[in-house]
């Protein structure tokens, strides 16, 4: 990320004052810094540690008396990785809709030719701030036919309105008119242009939607919740829910273990389960942090 | 109109483009707007949306008189205010935090790994609460035990729900929701503080009197915006918290719709909540702006 932050003003002088004042925001800064660390260390060595260390709550920062059989125990269940699979499914395609639609919708509406583009546009962003909530739209799915079918889990979200209008900023600023009217010129038909002319000119854009749809159909789970009666079906967000929050963890474990060895795993394993579905999205992350922060400041410029 | 059929015959290819999104949102954003007339009917699933008869205002008084109706709204209202009180004003102090860090890979670190947790899904923020809360070995009861508290289930307190969910809130976004602040703050002319330096401002006072005013504008617009979802906590995340003890005080509003809508199937009666939930949060937001179009600072429109 290249946000060029002012230190220059900073180059006078300094007063004992002014030292105070560093040393105390470099403090809170390094303080804040552990505030979030803390608890990410805490899962990832918790996952690799001994459980029984781990119940006796001797494991913080270091992992003690490393094991892999919580990993084992999570990559032995079915449910996990029919989960996984969906959720790449979903995340794939979802995203892939979603960028069609995306780009379908803010392409013509950064057109200038566009006459009634200020209307469209508005219908549009009304639905930001009133919409039919969610009775009408789950009553709406099931009507269509679309209950218990991966499309409840791919149409309905096909757009965000933030995100289209995220794509239609950038299309305004960097495309220029000129490019329009000179492709045009040399025949291009509106199709034409979109394709092999803004496109090839609009990667970082394109970078970012991927990113934000990704990751926003990586880690949902609501509408899987009320869509999807098939657990055949069900994303790995809802296999987690089960799991972590209802504590459906019966089926887990080998039958030759005893009771009190199994609670102990069970434990253990919800801990590597967070770390098993969160890897993918945060090997996502240098890369994701990079574009996330150019989208919010392509949204920042018009809200 | 004239003037628009001659631009699509001009502009075909643009107006053909446009079709399929422009289909897509009368079907999913518009025909639920006009499915909320459920509301005002009984509705009958054989029957349909347009076939069920007409009730008039009868769910909305029966939510008005009904015993849980102020509970919610509080419930709705003090999480929200409290999530706001502590959720806007930390990242604009991170953001001038970060702004005044001098060393620069301090910096970048600082900005860098207080992005990670937005990444991570609602359903493994909560389940890690719920880990961290365990009076035996979770983490939290470990640092409490430590500075000499004494250890308890703080997932299953009441009193507790709210300020877990607040802060662990802050804690996912906090970094994320700095970016904006930190673009707007190294957007400043270098200038003003040269100018103010020479003047012999301290750090201090150079943030009170040029970083705060020079970010105003981004810290209004995002207020209004903020203000106009006062009512929409996040409704996945209280769900996911949401258990039988500390219903008291987690049972919102958006909860309460998907309850009695999804899982009791009484449609028309959430539906009418949902609109009175949604017409709160409209006139929040056009008062909001209006406010601060008044007083002369920036505006949504």
């Given at each position: 990320?290249?946000?060029?932050?002012?230190?220059?003003?900073?180059?006078?002088?300094?007063?004992?004052?002014?030292?105070?004042?560093?040393?105390?925001?470099?403090?809170?800064?390094?303080?804040?810094?552990?505030?979030?660390?803390?608890?990410?260390?805490?899962?990832?060595?918790?996952?690799?540690?001994?459980?029984?260390?781990?119940?006796?709550?001797?494991?913080?920062?270091?992992?003690?008396?490393?094991?892999?059989?919580?990993?084992?125990?999570?990559?032995?269940?079915?449910?996990?990785?029919?989960?996984?699979?969906?959720?790449?499914?979903?995340?794939?395609?979802?995203?892939?809709?979603?960028?069609?639609?995306?780009?379908m919708a803010?392409?013509?509406?950064?057109?200038?030719?566009?006459?009634?583009?200020?209307?469209?546009?508005?219908?549009?962003?009304?639905?930001?701030?009133?919409?039919?909530?969610?009775?009408?739209?789950?009553?709406?799915?099931?009507?269509?036919?679309?209950?218990?079918?991966?499309?409840?889990?791919?149409?309905?979200?096909?757009?965000?309105?933030?995100?289209?209008?995220?794509?239609?900023?950038?299309?305004?600023?960097?495309?220029?008119?000129?490019?329009?009217?000179?492709?045009?010129?040399?025949?291009?038909?509106?199709?034409?242009?979109?394709?092999?002319?803004?496109?090839?000119?609009?990667?970082?854009?394109?970078?970012?939607?991927?990113?934000?749809?990704?990751?926003?159909?990586?880690?949902?789970?609501?509408?899987?919740?009320?869509?999807?009666?098939?657990?055949?079906?069900?994303?790995?967000?809802?296999?987690?829910?089960?799991?972590?929050?209802?504590?459906?963890?019966?089926?887990?474990?080998?039958?030759?273990?005893?009771?009190?060895?199994?609670?102990?795993?069970?434990?253990?394993?919800?801990?590597?389960?967070?770390?098993?579905?969160?890897?993918?999205?945060?090997?996502?992350?240098?890369?994701?942090?990079?574009?996330?922060?150019?989208?919010?400041?392509?949204?920042?410029?018009?809200? | 109109m004239k003037k628009f059929l001659r631009a699509v015959r001009r502009e075909y290819g643009l107006y053909l483009i446009f079709l399929v999104p422009l289909v897509w949102y009368i079907i999913f954003m518009y025909a639920p707007m006009y499915g909320l007339q459920i509301a005002f009917k009984r509705y009958n699933a054989r029957l349909g949306i347009w076939g069920s008869p007409w009730v008039g205002f009868m769910y909305f008084r029966q939510f008005f008189d009904s015993y849980y109706f102020k509970d919610l709204i509080v419930n709705t209202l003090v999480l929200n205010v409290y999530q706001m009180a502590?959720?806007?004003p930390v990242p604009i102090l991170l953001a001038l935090i970060i702004n005044e860090i001098r060393y620069r890979p301090l910096q970048k670190a600082i900005q860098n790994i207080t992005y990670i947790p937005y990444f991570l899904s609602i359903v493994v923020i909560v389940s890690m609460l719920k880990l961290f809360s365990n009076p035996d070995y979770g983490l939290f009861n470990k640092i409490v035990t430590t500075f000499g508290g004494t250890s308890a289930d703080y997932f299953a307190k009441v009193g507790a729900f709210r300020s877990l969910y607040v802060f662990s809130g802050v804690w996912q976004n906090m970094g994320f929701n700095s970016v904006i602040y930190i673009a707007a703050l190294s957007a400043i002319d270098p200038q003003l503080y040269e100018a103010a330096s020479i003047d012999g401002a301290s750090r201090l006072m150079k943030i009170v009197h040029i970083s705060i005013p020079q970010i105003l504008p981004t810290i209004v617009i995002l207020f209004i915006m903020r203000i106009g979802s006062l009512m929409n906590v996040g409704f996945e995340k209280v769900l996911l918290m949401q258990n039988n003890v500390n219903m008291e005080v987690s049972d919102v509003i958006s909860t309460f719709i998907y309850r009695n809508g999804i899982q009791k199937g009484q449609m028309s009666y959430s539906a009418a909540v949902g609109i009175f939930n949604s017409i709160i949060n409209l006139i929040l937001l056009v008062g909001a702006n209006r406010i601060t179009r008044r007083l002369g600072e920036t505006s949504l429109w």
């Open positions: 990320m290249n946000t060029a932050i002012n230190n220059r003003h900073n180059r006078v002088r300094q007063s004992s004052g002014d030292r105070v004042f560093d040393f105390v925001v470099t403090l809170i800064g390094v303080l804040i810094m552990l505030i979030v660390l803390i608890p990410l260390i805490f899962v990832l060595s918790a996952s690799f540690s001994d459980p029984d260390l781990v119940l006796r709550g001797k494991v913080l920062l270091i992992p003690k008396g490393i094991t892999f059989r919580a990993y084992t125990l999570v990559f032995e269940n079915r449910d996990i990785w029919i989960g996984y699979r969906n959720t790449v499914f979903y995340t794939v395609a979802g995203t892939a809709i979603n960028i069609l639609l995306t780009i803010a392409y013509p509406l950064s057109r200038k030719e566009m006459t009634g583009r200020r209307f469209f546009t508005l219908v549009v962003l009304f639905t930001m701030y009133f919409n039919g909530g969610l009775i009408p739209t789950y009553l709406l799915v099931r009507n269509l036919g679309m209950y218990n079918t991966a499309w409840a889990i791919l149409i309905p979200s096909a757009i965000s309105t933030y995100n289209l209008i995220v794509a239609k900023s950038f299309f305004e600023q960097s495309i220029p008119q000129e490019l329009y009217e000179s492709a045009r010129l040399d025949g291009c038909g509106s199709l034409r242009t979109l394709i092999s002319i803004v496109l090839p000119l609009s990667k970082a854009i394109l970078a970012v939607l991927v990113l934000y749809y990704g990751v926003a159909h990586w880690n949902a789970y609501f509408n899987s919740l009320i869509y999807l009666r098939d657990t055949s079906k069900h994303p790995l967000q809802v296999v987690l829910r089960n799991i972590l929050l209802l504590g459906q963890t019966e089926q887990m474990g080998s039958n030759d273990v005893g009771m009190g060895e199994k609670i102990k795993m069970v434990e253990a394993i919800k801990y590597s389960v967070i770390v098993v579905s969160s890897v993918p999205i945060l090997l996502l992350y240098p890369l994701a942090q990079r574009y996330f922060v150019s989208g919010v400041m392509i949204g920042a410029v018009k809200g | 502590l959720g806007f």
